[in-house]
């Protein structure tokens, strides 16, 4: 079954202590990047990633960082996290190096830093 | 800069009614995509439509119709004799080169 599959869904922890959304997907796609979700706000794209190596910052990139050392995985990095960095996080990919073809999300890891 | 309003926050209908959700976009790309995905109560995102700037055709698909207006830069979605399975937060997103810009989305309630 064709799927981006993010670890974990759920996450507590507490200010400063590094952790990883980790992102898989298993249909070959080119792009894909993160986003996060908070009430009012939508959702906000934190980095992107046209192919292996090739990653850029979005919109709210500030206290992340992102590695695409193979086509399938995109995990997402805080080396310290703060309570403002509460949310629900989707990863996505797309078939297009672009990003113009439809994203194919996650199910989501909602993150609460205590 | 691109830039995704949906200006409605929420609305609320009763089963059967037709609504109109709200899509105004900026972007000085040329060749651009919009989008439109449904996010339901279960949280996962679906992906609905896709249009680009150059197909100004409106579409529809069952009771889901889209209008794109490039000289409004609109792209409208309309939902005919709504369902309480329509309930759900809608967002529409832009994709020039490689970033996607989603708007703060529609939350949608159907009453029954």
């Known amino acids: 079954e064709a799927q981006v599959t993010q670890n974990p869904r759920y996450l507590i922890t507490v200010t400063g202590k590094k952790l990883t959304v980790t992102c898989s997907q298993n249909?070959?796609?080119?792009?894909m990047s993160w986003y996060r979700q908070d009430p009012g706000l939508g959702l906000r794209q934190i980095y992107y990633?046209?192919?292996?190596?090739?990653?850029d910052k979005g919109d709210v990139p500030e206290g992340y960082k992102v590695s695409r050392k193979e086509k399938r995985n995109f995990p997402l990095i805080l080396e310290s996290p703060s309570p403002n960095q509460t949310s629900l996080y989707f990863c996505?990919?797309?078939?297009?190096?672009?990003?113009?073809?439809?994203?194919?999300f996650g199910n989501g890891t909602r993150l609460t830093v205590t | 800069a691109q830039k995704v309003t949906q200006a409605q926050t929420e609305i609320s209908v009763v089963e059967k009614e037709d609504v109109t959700l709200d899509c105004v976009y900026e972007t000085r790309d040329t060749t651009y995509y919009l989008f439109w995905y449904k996010q339901p109560p279960s949280g996962e995102l679906v992906f609905l439509i896709r249009r680009n700037s150059f197909d100004e055709q409106n579409e529809i698909s069952g009771r889901y119709s889209w209008n794109f207006q490039k000289s409004t830069s609109s792209f409208n979605f309309t939902i005919t004799a709504s369902q309480v399975v329509d309930s759900a937060v809608y967002f529409c997103a832009l994709s020039g080169t490689y970033k996607y810009i989603f708007g703060t989305g529609t939350r949608l309630k159907v009453l029954a």
């Open positions: 996505a990919s797309s078939s297009t190096r672009q990003g113009h073809s439809p994203l194919h």
């Open positions: 990633s046209m192919n292996v190596e090739v990653t």
């Open positions: 249909m070959n796609h080119e792009y």
